[in-house]
């Protein structure tokens, strides 16, 4: 395909892909190589959760093992998403994870799976979605108001404004549709020069809980492994570094699952109850006085999500507003971010030793600093991007702590951690 024109000066080229490999398995495999096939690039920066994921969970492994899969699969670069972005709705989880790869000022191509595999498709609904113009906004205002559900009322209010999109109505009840035309909303607002490409999905339903035969979602491999099932059904499902990377973490330390949280949430709960919660990002004061109200039933993390679910508030939208209470992230935090243009660096995880020339050009023409150590930050960052830095390091510590509790092995001190180098 012809490559991009805004980066004739550079001789290689570059593919941008948004994860967050909890496990990597054949189907994460597949969309890095069909990805490359696409576009013919050189190189490939994953940005990727760190210790938390998007459904307001733990990650099943940390997030240097993950990025250690990546680079043996395919990636150059790993780059750490905040954690603000990881566990937020659809729209903030793409526009960080967008913004992150926009600012590198090296991504030439921004690479992402769909259901439907048709970016043309998708971009006439992102372009609606993206302007809100008034008729949408007054037709999803009045089908809310009737008890619709929020991606129902989204839906009819898109086929109220365009009609001719009819038939693309069901491409909104697929969730990587939804995180595709996230993407491309993004992209839209900030200008940017990346161009969208996106693979057809082969693996199982995002949503499904069933081991397949070869390419399963990571859902039914994290169920297989919650489950205690037999580690080696899962060898069909991985490339085989992935496996052997799950296995050895497997041996040494239990996964760490929203249950391991709970002592730590209750505790935090019991503390702040009195002011109630609605300082926290998706805290509403409805959502607030509910928690209040059923503290004294609170037995475990998922099952107080269970409790307060409602036909309005789902349990992933619940999951990630506690999870926001628990790691101290409130609507101020949105704000600092948001004045910041939403990414002031970039962590790296972990790199190939061949992307040497990529790291270079990355210094060279990217926006942010590239923040490789921990200790070179307070040289490389301002004030702002320090302080978002200390609290990310915080809320990590509370993952490394719940997994230090767990395994009953020293928590791992992030400044002591080395980069992953393959």
């Known amino acids: 395909m012809d490559h991009p024109s805004q980066n004739q000066n550079r001789k290689f080229h570059v593919n941008g892909i948004v994860a967050e490999y909890n496990p990597f398995h054949n189907g994460h495999s597949y969309h890095l190589q069909d990805a490359a096939r696409q576009t013919e690039a050189d190189y490939t920066i994953v940005v990727m959760s760190g210790s938390f994921v998007q459904r307001g969970a733990p990650a099943l492994l940390n997030k240097y093992s993950r990025a250690r899969m990546a680079l043996l699969n395919g990636a150059d670069l790993v780059l750490e998403i905040p954690t603000l972005y990881s566990i937020s709705s659809a729209e903030y989880f793409a526009t960080?994870?967008?913004?992150?790869?926009d600012k590198l000022g090296v991504v030439d191509y921004l690479c992402f799976g769909s259901e439907c595999g048709d970016v043309a498709r998708l971009k006439p609904l992102a372009d609606i979605l993206s302007e809100e113009p008034e008729e949408y906004t007054t037709h999803l205002r009045q089908y809310l108001k009737e008890g619709l559900s929020y991606p129902m009322a989204r839906t009819l209010a898109l086929m109220q404004v365009r009609p001719d999109l009819n038939d693309t109505r069901d491409l909104l009840a697929s969730a990587n549709n939804i995180l595709?035309?996230?993407?491309?909303?993004?992209?839209?607002?900030?200008?940017?020069?990346?161009?969208?490409?996106?693979?057809?999905?082969?693996?199982?339903n995002y949503h499904d809980r069933i081991m397949g035969t070869h390419q399963s979602s990571a859902l039914a491999l994290r169920q297989a492994i919650y489950d205690r099932q037999d580690i080696q059904i899962l060898a069909s499902q991985m490339p085989e570094s992935a496996y052997r990377i799950?296995?050895?973490?497997?041996?040494?330390?239990?996964?760490?699952?929203?249950?391991?949280?709970?002592?730590?949430?209750?505790y935090k709960l019991l503390m702040?109850?009195?002011?109630?919660?609605?300082?926290?990002?998706?805290?509403?004061?409805?959502?607030?006085?509910?928690?209040?109200?059923?503290?004294?039933?609170f037995t475990d993390y998922k099952a107080f999500c269970d409790l307060l679910k409602t036909k309005?508030?789902?349990?992933?939208?619940?999951?990630?507003?506690?999870l926001h209470i628990l790691l101290d992230i409130?609507?101020?935090?949105?704000?600092?971010?948001?004045?910041?243009?939403?990414?002031?660096?970039?962590?790296?995880?972990?790199?190939s030793t061949e992307a040497e020339p990529l790291l270079h050009e990355i210094k060279r023409s990217s926006s942010i600093p590239l923040l490789t150590k921990l200790a070179d930050a307070e040289k490389?960052?301002?004030?702002?991007?320090?302080?978002?830095?200390?609290?990310?390091?915080?809320?990590?510590?509370?993952?490394?702590?719940?997994?230090?509790?767990?395994s009953g092995c020293p928590m791992i001190n992030e400044y002591r951690s080395p980069l992953v180098i393959v």
């Open 380 to 406: 490389l960052l301002d004030d702002t991007a320090l302080k978002i830095l200390k609290k990310e390091l915080r809320m990590n510590a509370v993952y490394e702590s719940a997994a230090a509790i767990k």
């Open 246 to 266: 799950l296995s050895a973490s497997l041996a040494a330390n239990e996964p760490l699952q929203l249950s391991d949280l709970s002592f730590q949430l209750h």
């Open 180 to 204: 595709g035309i996230e993407y491309l909303k993004a992209l839209r607002r900030r200008k940017s020069k990346m161009q969208p490409i996106t693979t057809p999905r082969t693996s199982s």
């Open 330 to 351: 409130k609507k101020e935090d949105l704000l600092l971010y948001e004045q910041a243009d939403y990414i002031c660096y970039a962590r790296v995880l972990g790199f």
């Open 272 to 297: 702040e109850a009195e002011k109630g919660f609605t300082e926290y990002l998706d805290v509403s004061s409805e959502l607030s006085d509910r928690i209040c109200r059923h503290l004294c039933d």
């Open 312 to 322: 309005d508030l789902t349990y992933t939208r619940i999951s990630r507003a506690l």
């Open 96 to 101: 960080g994870a967008v913004t992150l790869l």
